[in-house]
């Protein structure tokens, strides 16, 4: 009997214990929620409480997105546009849900179109474009009635639409983006920059696409054709020359979203273990 009394006490602890531990698991999720909560509202309170004199502040580059945008893409201009003395503020909408914005998104949206200095659109697809442009237009128009100067370039994937009735600079802008590539988009921004600024637009070269197909090694200095030219580049390279060969296929929107460090660092690997890789 004192067996089976000591079992059932032990029994009652542990079922005290078990309750214990799920209920504080509740309070702390119900804290971390409420917590979250707090965070985001106080987000969105300086997201939209940005003074409405000041448009254009600050030479802010607006960069506006649809879900499918890498993040190494939008990574790749947020880190020209800083590195040229722009402020980058960054929107993101999903691609599924209601086709209007919900009354703190459009907020949000009006406060940072007052801001910007210039807007991005990246629209790699027709229904990105067709989905954005209904979530966007009559916010876009209201801010352009306003300021006509405002550029707005919308990024497509085959050329831009006639529809939209771009600029020279929101075309050329756009052109750039499109190319892709970390030289394409730093000129993009270096024209972003300029104009608000206030200053002449710079000479540039003409974008320069990244080709369908290609042979890459980081050393190199520019993509190879074939696989002859790359071997003729490999024979004059020391820690390259007669060694054996490894081709590491990838797909071409590494290099047009400027994504390439971890590929860098992959191909050295094989140098270091006496290999050639490109």
């Known amino acids: 009997r004192p067996a089976c009394q000591g079992a059932a006490l032990s029994a009652s602890i542990s079922l005290r214990a078990a309750r214990l531990v799920s209920w504080a698991s509740r309070v702390i999720a119900r804290a971390v929620l409420g917590f979250l909560g707090l965070l985001m509202s106080w987000m ?18 607006l960069w506006i997105t649809g879900e499918v945008t890498p993040v190494p893409r939008t990574a790749l201009v947020e880190r020209q546009a800083r590195e040229s003395g722009l402020r ?20 949000a949206l009006q406060a940072s179109l007052r801001q910007a200095a210039v807007v991005w659109i990246d629209a790699p697809h027709a229904s990105i474009q067709a989905r954005l442009g209904g979530m966007l237009g009559d916010a876009l128009a209201q801010e352009r009635r306003q300021r006509p100067g405002l550029p707005v370039s919308w ?24 190319a892709g590539g970390l030289v394409n988009v730093r000129n993009a921004v270096l024209l972003a920059a300029a104009h608000a600024q206030g200053r002449a637009a710079p000479a540039l070269p003409e974008p320069h696409p990244w080709p369908a197909r290609g042979l890459y090694h980081p050393d190199a200095p520019s ?27 990838v797909h071409r929107y590494h290099f047009i979203d400027g994504n390439t460090e971890w590929l860098d660092q992959w191909l050295r690997l094989f140098a270091q273990e006496g290999m050639a890789a490109y």
Do not use: N
């Open 223 to 249: 993509l190879m054709a074939d696989a002859q030219a790359m071997s003729r580049w490999m024979q004059v390279q020391p820690g390259l020359r007669d060694k054996p060969v490894v081709a590491v296929l």
């Open 155 to 178: 990024v497509l994937p085959a050329g831009d639409d006639p529809a939209l009735a771009l600029t020279p600079l929101e075309s050329r802008m756009a052109a750039y983006l499109r």
């Open 88 to 107: 980058f503020v960054h929107i993101d909408h999903p691609l599924r849900g209601p086709a209007t914005l919900d009354p703190a998104a459009l907020s």
């Open 44 to 61: 969105a309170m300086a997201q939209t409480s940005a003074p409405a004199s000041m448009p254009g502040a600050a030479g802010t580059l």
